[in-house]
């Protein structure tokens, strides 16, 4: 199991940083540090970060998902994938699918789960289809969005007060409390830091 999160680091105030890593319009120019986004893969086996990207805080393509997209080789057939809501993208999904990697994650606020449709198997816990996006990202090409499916297979799962999405179907191979416990480990699992 693979563990993927980011942050935000401050930087050390030098001209080439300056330059690299602008510090947020929120700061005085001169009286602010640069600041940097961090995007890493860790395993959960061993603790070890096993691979990161880093770009400006703020700019095209330079948030999370943007980088993490550099981070993709990192997953290969067999791996699953824990992230929190902000993962949770059909398109990202697909990808990882598409790899042979199985994902959990938060479901993203912005996605409304409705467990009266789609193939009930339990309490709060369904099988549904996502229907790919009409609208086509800004960073992939046209032939790339054609090559997306036009759905993806997903279980969705309530667990306390979260709703999980994961691409384990079958509840039989992976019961929901072996789903909620994996992703406690979100919870207990500290953010990457700059400390």
């Given at each position: 199991m693979k563990l993927t999160d980011g942050t935000t680091i401050q930087m050390p105030d030098t001209r080439q940083n300056q330059r690299e890593f602008p510090q947020?319009?929120?700061q005085e120019p001169v009286a602010g540090f640069p600041l940097a986004r961090l995007v890493g893969v860790i395993s959960l086996a061993h603790g070890a970060l096993l691979d990161?990207?880093?770009?400006p805080y703020q700019g095209k393509g330079m948030g999370e998902n943007g980088l993490f997209r550099e981070l993709l080789g990192c997953f290969v057939a067999g791996d699953v994938m824990l992230a929190d809501s902000y993962y949770c993208s059909y398109f990202l999904?697909?990808?990882?699918?598409?790899?042979?990697?199985d994902v959990l994650f938060e479901q993203h606020g912005a996605r409304h789960t409705d467990f009266r449709s789609g193939q009930k198997i339990g309490t709060r816990e369904?099988?549904?289809?996502w229907s790919k996006p009409v609208t086509r990202p800004e960073w992939m090409t046209a032939q790339e969005y054609v090559g997306y499916p036009?759905?993806?297979t997903l279980r969705e799962v309530k667990v306390g007060k979260k709703v999980l999405v994961t691409s384990?179907?079958?509840?039989r191979e992976v019961c929901k409390c072996e789903l909620?416990?994996?992703?406690?480990m979100l919870l207990r699992t500290p953010p990457l830091s700059s400390d």
């Open positions: 947020p319009g929120s990161t990207a880093m770009g999904i697909a990808e990882l699918q598409r790899r042979g990697v369904h099988v549904v289809a036009s759905d993806l384990f179907l079958n509840p909620g416990n994996s992703s406690r």
